[in-house]
């Protein structure tokens, strides 16, 4: 399973250990992800996701999953995320 964020693609960064010494030896610096299920209202079901912690608050403050797909670029999403994110198109063009 890949290190990276299915709403906004974050992934590993890289960097260096700075001893006190100041010898530097490389790290990686690995993003606060978490595997969450989201509800969709449109959808009327959960959907699971690995995500990061600021992606799961960004989802809250844009008014849950549906909203913050509906903005989402495509190139950020992952395969199963923009499966998704094309459900709740097809869902909300059907109600209207």
Not at 18 to 44: C, M, Y
Not at 71 to 88: F, M, W
Request: with cysteine; proline share 2%.
């Amino acid at each position: 399973m890949s290190r990276r964020c299915e709403l906004t693609g974050k992934g590993p960064m890289t960097g260096n250990n700075v001893s006190h010494a100041n010898n530097k030896t490389k790290r990686r610096f690995l993003p606060n992800l978490n595997d969450v299920t989201l509800q969709s209202e449109v959808l009327g079901r959960g959907v699971k996701l690995r995500i990061s912690a600021a992606a799961l608050r960004s989802v809250d403050h844009r008014g849950g999953l549906d909203a913050f797909l509906a903005k989402a670029k495509d190139e950020e999403l992952s395969a199963n995320a923009l499966k998704v994110k094309k459900e709740i198109a097809k869902a909300q063009a059907a109600q209207a």
